[in-house]
């Protein structure tokens, strides 16, 4: 099950990095940056529900807390890859990163993070596995 589990990450991490490439470039000119990124935690969150949902029967797992577990995992995962992308990649302060998950400054991320840890338990129960 873990190496399906880093599998259907790896699938997460590369929609979520197109999904944020199209935020960039038909969302941020209309609407502003901040309120790009914010809508992009809900229109993430929805694409990681779905894969969850579409790899659900494939990652089998057997129980409600094996779920869990799998989703501890992809928030950790997670986490490393979006301060990775932000502090590698784009050369981001580190106030800057943290600002993402930072309510009181418009960031969301925090959000889709915990629809992220949540997503392999709620795909398994709507799909009735466990």
Avoid at 63 to 69: D, I, Q, V
Avoid at 78 to 103: I, K
Avoid at 114 to 125: E, I, N, T, Y
Wanted: proline fraction near 4%; glycine fraction near 10%; avoid cysteine.
């Amino acid at each position: 099950m873990w190496w399906k589990a880093l599998a259907i990450f790896a699938l997460i991490a590369l929609a979520e990095t197109v999904h944020g490439s199209l935020r960039v470039r038909y969302l941020n000119r209309p609407l502003g940056d901040l309120r790009a990124r914010q809508v992009g935690v809900f229109t993430g969150s929805a694409l990681i529900l779905a894969i969850a949902w579409l790899t659900a029967p494939w990652l089998a797992a057997p129980s409600a807390a094996s779920a869990w577990a799998v989703g501890a995992l992809w928030f950790g995962l997670m986490f490393v890859f979006e301060v990775w992308v932000g502090r590698g990649l784009f050369h981001a302060s580190w106030p800057r990163v943290f600002a993402e998950f930072d309510l009181r400054r418009g960031g969301l991320l925090g959000f889709g993070m915990l629809v992220l840890a949540a997503a392999p338990w709620l795909a398994g129960m709507a799909r009735g596995l466990f």
